[in-house]
């Protein structure tokens, strides 16, 4: 494994300390907080402030509300920034922290769930809730990078995948359970207010346990940063001290977000900057970290309170989460990528197939069966039934747009998908990662609150625009290391991240015009009229037409750029062009199924897995299987919990979620 | 009804069937309320699983088909019931062009950002009474709310409950509130009871949501009311919230716990609630003496 930290390649620097800027935000924290403090009491009450708090309302505002948190965001911050080093420095990944492995989203589905299936199982124990969950998204991450060694990127990128499925399944549970919209949305953004001591408390007591442990932990740690060989060698059970710092990590981050919900990147950002400040060896890095961390938290908040008043509600941790998107861009041309083949990444084969078209022309009928079981099965009030050809004359109207729509979305992303895995040479990379279609749901939230009327053509315009932005973002960052795959998806991840941050801060307003919004990123197609349904046709042809050109390159580029170059490749135009393409394929299949189907990703991979591994017959049969799994899905999702209708981009996540499970944990045997 | 007819006519409303009363089907549930009231009949409504344990007033006859989520209406169900006029308001927008594919549709808006609900919902009714031919179901349906009202106002009159602003509130978690405003219904009802609401702040589409819960002190004299649905969970969170605990309102037990009323009702969530409010300030009179 080569990775090395950012700041070891931060190798000028200027002549005036950069340290310098901490003690100086410190002391604009402090004045900022005794500010606020100042204005909700005078000082000269400020003593007898516990003895009134009790039962004087102004008093208990202050010392049960404001006093309070401050602390958290202190102790938040601490926390959070004590569980990015111990990530880190565990998972040698400079780029993880409890947002980034997806682990902050774990912990917030299982709390979702919680409280709306088992209130009960909450009253007893939240915190024990997000532990679990956290444990789970994080077992599962490592789980998903597990073949690629945990390979930073590729972890950061499960970590992506894992979040965006929680993400579906919080937003399908909020739809489910329209009532509490609120409570799930305001708490999604991270909200600081404090009503008691009691989170501050146990929060205290939770990061001096994890610090005094991790201290403890310190020669271990130190060993870590040597490989795994040389650490054996000294005698060290390295497995267990890594799963032991990691379930510390975890439980702090877990913990954080029972707390006070996600608070984004805090985790990415202290340990970076502590390095910048100039703490390199370990023992400085894990008391500058959470101290940053915890200045970083407090300053934001306070800050914010001072902006907006202390009535208002603040969503501090989409804002934070605001400033993790550039923070990951700042950190790309520090984090060692190296242009190494990735052919072993690229999904695994069960051997080559030895009729192609015998299996294209399967595919075919495979997708001609279920458009027809979706045409002609349904339920209506009395059950189950077949239309007959009077019936179907009135139901195909309701029936084929949101089919055909479907069938395009899914064509689409698998060609997108596709591309993105050959282009970047890893199995998990896909549309959904890049980007794109975050940046379609800032078009799309943009379009819901300025304009007086949210139509579906002026939505969908917005959407475009949303989508093509993010992308030229993308690519004019990416331009700069010359399309080098890892640092591509990252940027993508970073974009998507940023889009986010957007979108749950404007959740985080609790307006009922989210709804449309949740129902765009659930992949709700049920309301596509034969118009767009027949737009979305003509764009997947036009989109897909000119790929199989594209075979040699996608042949190629997996083989990392020299050898693709000494072939004959123009890299840098090939992968641009490529690029192009996948965005705008992803647009446009996120605009009808949401951002979070998966399809991208599943379709290529069971294309390979059957057996296409030449580039250009793996596309004609992703597009194919892409098509197939979103016909399917679309007929599930209108039949299952009829009258009901599930959103098909998540029917299609879980569908595709199990899949991801099983294909990355099973043996390397396959 | 020929005069309804006519009126419907003049309104420029043409209907696929000459038949009247027309087969109403409604998206929106302010509409299905406003349709409900008028006892007009329906063929299918949106989401009744959920009406029926959150609005409950008034209630769905077990004849009308469940269309499923307000956010995923089911198009070919509400297809094979072959409505005549499909009732939705702006949020359903994105729904027209394949609803139109159905039967005429009507958007009526009771929530428009600054505009009272009350008045929406009023003239909301009255246009959908127009419509259908039941102008005069309409205007008896508002009159009796107002009559409601105003018999709730003397009942309340020179009662202690009274004495007090009130602030009415739905609860999103341990922290948060929505404070309902001067423009929402809840708030018209406080003012038609001679009432003061304690919100005095900005609202946005009738509840300024959300805010910390310590805005309640803002106002520490006033009766706090409680208008579910709340999160499960919020009882045991608010029972360890030290701020909670010291509003002055929940120390000195001026706490309203109501029933469910529709948050983003029409008028007959107006009136549901002002019977409520009346019944729980004057329980309270005889508790507290």
Redesign the interface.
Known sequence: MAESLPATSAGTRPPVPAWLIWPLLGLMATALSLHLLWQASPPADWLSLPAR??????A??VF??LLPRFAVAILAGAALGLAGVLMQRVLRNPIAEPSTLGVAAGAKLALSVG?VLA?GL??EGRELVAVAGALLTMALVLALSWRRGLDPVTVVISGSLVSMIAGALGAALT??N???L??LM??GGG?L??????PALGLAWRLALAGFAAFLLLRPLALLGLDDSRAKGLGLAVTATRLGILLLAVWLAASVTAAVGIIGFIGLAAPAFARLAGAHSQRRLLWAAPLLGALLLWLTDSLLLTLAG????LPTGAITALFGGPLLLWMLPRLHGANRPHLAGLPPALGRTAHPLRLIVLLVLALITFALIGLMV?Q??AGWNIAGFDALH??L???WPRLVSAVAAGAMLAAAGTICQRLTGNPLASPEVLGIGAGAGVGITASLFLLP????LS?LGFAAAGAAIALLFMLAVAARSGFGPERLLLAGIATGAFCGAIISAVMA?????T??L??WLSG?N??V?P?QAGLSAAVALLLLAPLPLLGRWLELLPLGAPAARASGLPVTRSRLVLVLLAALLTAAGCLTVGPLSLVGLVAPHLARLIGFTRARSQLVAAVLMGAVLMALTDWLS?TLI????I?SGLTASLIGGPYLIWFLTRRRAA | MAAGAGALLASGFTPARAALPARLAAIDWSMLETALALNVPLVAATELKLYRRVVAEPAVPAAVADLGLRGSPNLELLASLAPDLILISPFYERYRPQLERIAAVQSFTVYTPGAPAYENGEAVMRALGDQIGMEREAADYIAATAAEIAAGRNALAGSAAASRPLFAISIGDARHVRIFGSDSNFGAVLERFGLTNAWTGRTRYSAFAPVPIEALAQVPEARLVIIPPVPPDVTRILAGSRVWQTLPAVREGRVHWLEPVDHFGALPAARRFARLLTASLLSAEAHFG
């Not at chain 1, 307003?509 to 015009?513: H, I, Q, W």
């Open positions: 708090a009790a039962h004087e309302l102004k208990a505002l049960y509300g409280i209130p909450l009253a739809l489910a329209g009532e509490y609120m409570s305001v708490w909200e207010s404090q009503q008691s001591w009691q202390t009535d208002a509600s349904g209506d009030t009135a139901l109207p309701w029936r009327v949210a139509t579906p939505m307003s609790g307006d009922f015009r709804f449309v949740l129902a709700d049920s309301a009229t118009m209108r009829f009258p009901y209708q959103p």
